[in-house]
Nanobody
Framework: EVQLVESGGGLVQAGGSLRLSCAAS????????IGWFRQAPGKQREGISC???????YYRDSVKGRFTISRDNAKNTLYLQMNSLKPEDTAVYYC??????????????????????WGQGTQVTVSS
């Protein structure tokens, strides 16, 4: 059974940093498309950064240069380093995994949050 557990969220001032972790079990992280997503109140869930099963990385424009996605295959854990946080980054952050190869649709799949297995989410609040 695929399980994903996020941690690392919290309250931070604008300009600060947080590192989110997603511990995976029931599958090998490097064999799946995996990613980070967020949902702010009243908004649709959106993909912010994903890694495909072949190692391709996608970042949403709004987080490029500030957020870094990485994975530790030995720990089967996905990370999201978030720097220079802004109030508009406030949201519940989720990690998700998808076993179906994405191919040329990887970026679209990430942007649309079209992944099959989800964690419970962790709240990130950035104060101004």
């Amino acid at each position: 059974e695929v399980q994903l557990v996020e941690s690392g969220g919290g309250l931070v001032q604008a300009g600060g940093s947080l590192r989110l972790s997603c511990a995976a079990s029931g599958f090998n992280l490097d064999e799946y498309n995996i990613g980070w997503f967020r949902q702010a109140p009243g908004k649709q869930r959106e993909g912010i950064s994903c890694i495909s099963s072949d190692g391709t990385i996608y970042y949403r424009d709004s987080v490029k240069g500030r957020f870094t996605i990485s994975r530790d295959n030995a720990k089967n854990t996905l990370y999201l380093q978030m720097n220079s946080l802004k109030p508009e980054d406030t949201a519940v952050y989720y990690c998700a995994a998808e076993s179906v190869p994405a191919g040329s649709l990887f970026e679209l799949m990430c942007r649309r949050a079209d992944f099959g297995s989800w964690g419970q989410g962790t709240q990130v609040t950035v104060s101004s």
